[in-house]
């Protein structure tokens, strides 16, 4: 059982972070306003959830204009992939 609850990450721990990773582990990319409303969180809510998943090295971003209004993209790292999918197989395993 230690074992299993070792590869639970407290980075994931929260639903918001939960399911930034689990929208951008199945997308190749997702901008601010999709996450935002996939989410149903506000502004500043997704934003420092954003940032705390991104000092982590499980998400980076990158800037775009669209016409001439700016766009964030959030894409996960592969150390990010690597975590959550540990985070991911460790809670199968406490439900099995």
Known sequence: MKEILKNLN??????IR????SALIV???????????LLDVTDG???SHLKSLEKSGYIKFSKEFIGRKP???????EEGK????KHIKAIEQLLS
């Open 82 to 85: 690597i975590a959550f999918s």
């Open 45 to 47: 809510n997704l934003a």
């Open 71 to 77: 766009n964030t993209k959030y894409s996960v790292c």
């Open 18 to 21: 939960l399911g930034i990773m």
């Open 10 to 15: 407290k980075a994931f721990e929260n639903k």
């Open 27 to 37: 997308n190749d990319y997702l901008d601010f306003n999709t996450l935002k409303s």
